[in-house]
Every structure is written in C-alpha cells, then in structure tokens.
C-alpha cells in the first residue's frame, strides 16, 4: 500500500510543477489526502521506507552536516572496503570522526558497495578509525545503515565475527563522547557495531533489530512470506525500542519518508547532534565510559 501512496505523490509533486488554476487546486488536495494516509504506518510500511532507494545515505549527511570531510581508507591490514566510509570532518566548527555504513543509489553502487554490508576489513576499518578518534580526543559519531554483516564465506575466512566482537569491545569503552544515529536499517551485529555509544538516536521510519524481518521469518515459521508478521512481533521501530530503553531520541522525518524533504531531516538531527555533544563534552572519561556501562546493562529491564 505504501508503495503505491508513494508513487502517486511522486506523480502528483510531478505534475504539481505545469499545472495552475483549479487542476493545481485539485492536486493539491489529492496530495493532502495521500500522506494522511501516510501518518499512521504499520512496522511494516517503515520497513519499506527504511529501504526506499531514495532515502538519504551517509554521504548524504555528511555533506550536509559536516565540512571538511577527509576519508580514511583501508584497514591497515588486507584491503579498502567501501561499504564502511569514514573519516575526518568538522561538526561546527569542532573536529569529530564520522563513521557509517555506505549504501548506493542505483544498482551500480549498490553493487560497488555490496549493498551496505561490510565484511571483515569494514569493521577493522571501523577500529582504526575509533583508536584514531581516542588518541587525538574527537568524538565519534556513526550513521547505521545495513541489513546486516555481510555474510558470505570470504567474510567468514577473514573473521568477520571477531572483528565485529572487537568493535562492540572497543566502542563500549572510548573515552570519547560516541552518538550513533540509526538512518535506515539497523540489522544484527552488523549494525550494532556501531551502536555501542553513549547516545543512540534513530530515524522515526527506521528499524533497528537483531535480524530482517524476512530472516527472522524464515527461521521462526519457515515462510518468508510473513514478513509483515515478523515486523510487528520483533519490536523493530523506533517507537517501540524508544519505550524500551533502547534508543534515547526519535528524530522525526516528512510525512511520507525522509526522502520527501531530507533537507527538514537534516536541521533536526543537526540541532539534536549539537545538543548531545553539548551535554557529552561536560563529562570527563571516566564517567563517559560509566555512564555507557550502565546504559547498556540496564537496557529491558
């Protein structure tokens, strides 16, 4: 359904541009009409807008975002892997170290990409970056984006679990102020690790979970298919991990997706970025890793 909601306004925006008078009038009320069927979304129809093809991808934000963005690449030990993109960049004015998974915009990227799944050197790229960040005192912020590691056998021979584990290890205890920001999909270990920090926001059409909807599925009651099922029993959406504790922050999208109007996406995760860092740069280290301890130990109960 929401599928087709959206490909009408796709349409209606289109025509919205050479159409004046009671036809623009007209279409302006169709428009209306659509995305107030947008406001109410089932876990389901988030999945599907923390997927959409035009949703703002890392590059994205840190253009907008950041200035002076120097990438680092390679994990000082095999090879580049592109779908981790991180680097060094100013956040007004202030050094941070900005870290995501990186996902394309057409099918060539995607596939340049490997479609947001990092394997082992990714997540190794990930741990010079933060031991980088710690030694020269910049925060960490990191933008999650992934169904999840990847999975093949290459990434099985060179430690993609280990280096994951290293992640989880190294994060939970930087002595750095560390925002991790949920943008699109946040599955399993591939995204939590780089979910360990001492704030967590999340897109409000994101999802965040220990697999896909569809993966659970399938090992749950053999039948992908039920996906929509799985959506609502997971507790996937910001909504619910934000009354769980999981989550400190809802950063609100356009009715319809933050595709619509990614610009009033930025503004609010600049402003709530902004103040986190704010708060974090009062404490010294040894609260900072305290207060993370803590967080995650309590998280559920």
């Known amino acids: 359904?929401?599928?087709?909601?959206l490909s009408q306004l796709d349409e209606i925006e289109a025509m919205l541009g050479v159409t004046k008078g009671a036809e623009r009038q007209s279409l302006l009320e169709q428009r209306e009409a659509l995305l107030a069927r947008c406001e109410k979304l089932t876990a389901e129809q988030k999945v599907f807008l923390a997927r959409h093809?035009?949703?703002?991808?890392?590059?994205?934000?840190?253009?907008?975002?950041?200035?002076?963005?120097?990438?680092?690449k390679g994990d000082r030990a095999n090879r580049e892997d592109p779908s981790i993109l991180g680097g060094i960049a100013l956040f007004h004015g202030e050094p941070v170290t900005v870290i995501g998974h990186r996902k394309g915009t057409d099918l060539n990227e995607n596939v340049a990409y490997n479609f947001g799944m990092p394997g082992a050197e990714g997540y190794r790229k990930v741990q010079r970056l933060m031991r980088q960040a710690e030694k020269f005192r910049r925060p960490?912020?990191?933008?999650?984006?992934?169904?999840?590691?990847?999975?093949?056998?290459?990434?099985e021979e060179r430690g993609v679990g280990e280096a994951i584990a290293q992640?989880?290890?190294?994060?939970?205890?930087?002595?750095?102020?560390?925002?991790?920001?949920?943008?699109?999909?946040?599955?399993?270990?591939?995204?939590?690790?780089?979910?360990?920090a001492d704030r967590v926001l999340m897109l409000e059409n994101a999802y965040y979970a220990v697999?896909?909807?569809?993966?659970?599925?399938?090992?749950?009651?053999?039948?992908?298919?039920?996906?929509?099922?799985?959506?609502?029993?997971?507790?996937?959406?910001?909504?619910?991990?934000?009354?769980?504790?999981?989550?400190?922050?809802?950063?609100?999208?356009?009715?319809?997706?933050?595709?619509?109007?990614?610009?009033?996406?930025?503004?609010?995760?600049?402003?709530?970025?902004?103040?986190?860092?704010?708060?974090?740069?009062?404490m010294d280290a040894g609260a900072l890793i305290a207060a993370r301890y803590d967080k995650f130990r309590h998280m559920g109960q």
């Open 53 to 72: 093809p035009r949703r703002p991808r890392i590059d994205a934000y840190i253009h907008e975002l950041f200035t002076d963005f120097f990438e680092q």
């Open 1 to 5: 359904m929401i599928r087709e909601i």
């Open 211 to 282: 697999l896909t909807p569809e993966g659970f599925a399938s090992i749950l009651w053999k039948d992908a298919g039920r996906r929509g099922e799985a959506c609502e029993v997971m507790k996937l959406t910001a909504q619910d991990l934000h009354g769980y504790g999981v989550i400190d922050e809802i950063i609100s999208e356009p009715v319809g997706g933050a595709q619509r109007k990614p610009q009033a996406v930025f503004e609010t995760l600049d402003e709530a970025l902004s103040r986190y860092l704010d708060e974090l740069r009062g």
């Open 167 to 196: 992640c989880l290890s190294l994060m939970s205890r930087l002595s750095v102020p560390t925002i991790a920001v949920v943008t699109g999909e946040g599955g399993s270990g591939g995204a939590l690790a780089l979910g360990v």
């Open 140 to 155: 960490v912020i990191t933008f999650i984006d992934t169904p999840g590691a990847y999975p093949g056998m290459e990434a």
